[in-house]
């Protein structure tokens, strides 16, 4: 394995002694680079490196970590909400080299799972993310800053594609021609988004936004949810950014990094199980809106996340990591595929989501 060597400076900034510790490479997220230091006597942190390309006012982030600690803290004492350690300085990162770094604890006994392997921890995981919204309800909202400006707005995300399209090379939008028009296709997904996001039934509420299965941590053993993590985007937002992730990442079988499209397949009983797992949180504050708009928050972010694919590959992958050369084209395939399968049982998941908002 390569040995990872971080600056020692790094390790004192949070009252660390470098020598004591290992440091591995942690985890599979595309934006921040995430290690795990280990110490012989079993000390364990997460470090982690902030992409500042993306996340580019870190103290917004940090920001909204210390507004939603402080309020859990005073409302919900037992709740376990992972914010990042100080450092010496009394700080939530350090910078070094031009270089953002933050520390967090690691939580022992958990296991975050890449996908879900039954139906049990989609629930889990699903009620994590439908109590952090729940828990934060009467926070206050406004005075929680927006991260990153336009993240799910879809209506933007498809300009976007149409900006990509115009300027992408020759070559890329020729291989790309029919998932380009794949995704064109289903216009009317934006368009919904555009009718429903100013609707004053539709509110803003704090909402996680990467809501996918390894967000959550669950207990190694019972498989119980614990808690959430990667909190950097909790922010305000629509609940059909959390359910539409989970719907998008929980359901298939497969990842997003699935090149075998016949493998893609919608799990109805996890389905069910995340949709049990958000309501049994959420059920009783939803608005009308929000109630009639949970199947499609599937379509929503799977052609989202489509969308964000695609335009990453025209625009010469400058946003998504990768390691051969057409995967963000892959990734938006794969997107494209389960959109489709999502469309093609629509009557019975929604069929699922009406016995689930009514018990
Ligand atoms: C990114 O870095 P990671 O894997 O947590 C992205 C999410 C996408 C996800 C796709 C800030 O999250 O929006 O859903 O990749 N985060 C950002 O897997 O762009
Ligand atoms: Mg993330």
Known sequence: MEKISLATEIYAAFGLDRNR???????????????????????????????????????????????AANFLKQHYPDYLFVAPLRTTDEKEYCIWNGEYWRLLPYIPHTVALD??????????????????????LH??????????????????????????????RE???????????????????????????TEKAFPDRLIHHDAKMNNVLLDEKTFKGVCVIDLDTLMPGKIISDLGDMVRTYVSPTSEEERDFSKIEIREHYFEALIEGYLDELRDLLTPVEKASLFYAGLFMTYMQGIRFLTDFLNEDIYYPIQYPEQNFYRAKNQLVLLQQLMAKQ???????QKHLHT
């Open 347 to 353: 009557e019975l998941l929604k069929n699922i989501i």
């Open 21 to 67: 510790f290992v440091a591995k490479r942690f985890g599979h997220g595309y934006i921040n680079r995430t290690y795990l230091l280990e110490s012989q006597n079993g000390e364990q942190y997460i470090l982690q490196k902030i992409n500042t390309q993306v996340f580019t006012s870190p103290e917004l982030v940090a920001s909204n970590y210390r507004l």
């Open 139 to 168: 926070a206050p909202l406004h005075q929680f800053q927006i991260v990153i400006p336009n993240f799910h707005n879809l209506t933007l995300r498809y300009s976007q594609l149409q900006e990509a399209i115009r300027n992408a």
């Open 171 to 197: 070559e890329r939008r020729e291989y790309a021609e029919e998932l380009i028009e794949g995704f064109l296709d289903y216009s009317s997904i934006a368009i919904h988004f555009e009718e429903i996001k």
């Open 115 to 136: 996908a879900a392997t039954a139906p049990e921890q989609a629930y889990e995981a699903a009620r994590q993310f439908g109590r952090l919204t729940r828990y934060l």
